[in-house]
């Protein structure tokens, strides 16, 4: 089970790790979901948050059967480092 969670009101994917709040920013359109940004705060840094959070939100991407449009440079390094998941990238 994944620590993160869909705040729709906020229109991001969430992660909080002892008191500090990661999170991917998106905008839905229709079936696809365009990931414009993503904040780790620096006292999570280098502990591989992002990657779990990139992570947490695609599985949960693909469950729902969207498209991803990765114009986040983060949430786009992360799906090339992983081939398993260059299938949700909309083409």
Known sequence: MSDVINNTAH??????VEGHLAA???KL????????????P?????RGIGSKLVKGAL?????AGLKVV????????????HPDYADLVKT
């Open 29 to 40: 359109d229709g079936d696809v979901i365009t990931f414009v940004h993503t904040e780790v």
């Open 42 to 46: 620096s006292e999570l840094g280098g």
């Open 70 to 81: 990765a114009q986040c440079p983060f949430v786009k390094a992360w799906i090339d480092k």
């Open 59 to 63: 599985d949960q991407v693909r469950a």
């Open 11 to 16: 229109h991001r994917y969430e992660l909080a």
């Open 24 to 26: 991917t920013y998106y």
